[in-house]
């Protein structure tokens, strides 16, 4: 058996254990997304880079030990690495909660508020299924073009998202948003006009504000 620490707290293992491993066995929490264990472990999203007392990086999920170590595993510092490797995975990822299989249960929503990162809509909370979302059937919901975060009754009921949490930033998104509330043939003037009535106060409703009038060809 090997000895390895994790933040201080120490716990044995087998040899070739991976550091990932090993802080489940001693309760640590650290963010990973890409391992599948037996699958894959091609360290491809590098959300689980903890620290060598050597000062090094290495990916918690494919760093095996093979003798007494240490690491740092929640610093600030890897914090803010975690975040932008986050933001950076997210770029390449066309977020449209509100079609999406998997939405309800989605690694990406949960990673994405564990890490504070800002841009994915209240849609991936919500527990309806794709074809009965409720856009579909006439009823305006503020979902798409809301943040995630909330566990607010309305959701987890499968009601309508009335904003709480407030406006998305993310351009790509809420673009998207604001076509697909054009395709299924509400006026983005109420939709401003009923989101304006939580966000009226809030920078980012500007940003939504020009965003929609662009969409919309004009420029308002
Ligand atoms: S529910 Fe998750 S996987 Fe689906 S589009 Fe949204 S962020 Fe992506
Ligand atoms: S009902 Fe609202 S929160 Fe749910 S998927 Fe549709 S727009 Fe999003
Ligand atoms: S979980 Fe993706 S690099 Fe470790």
Redesign the pocket.
Known sequence: MVNVKLDGVEVEVEPGTTVLEAAKKAGIEIPHLCTLKDLYNGASCRLCLVKTTRGKLVPACAYQVYRDEEFTVNSLELKRIRKVNFELLLSFHKIEC?KCER?GDCLLASLSQELGVEGIP??SQ?P?PPEE???TKGIL?L??ITSSGCDAEC?TSGG??WGCRGPITRRDVLERAFKRYEELGFNIDDVLFRAEIFWNSVPAFEKLKKVAAEVRGGKK
Do not use: A, D, R, T
């Open positions: 509100w939405k209240v849609c919500c309806l979302c409720l856009l919901c979902g798409m959701i309508q998202c």
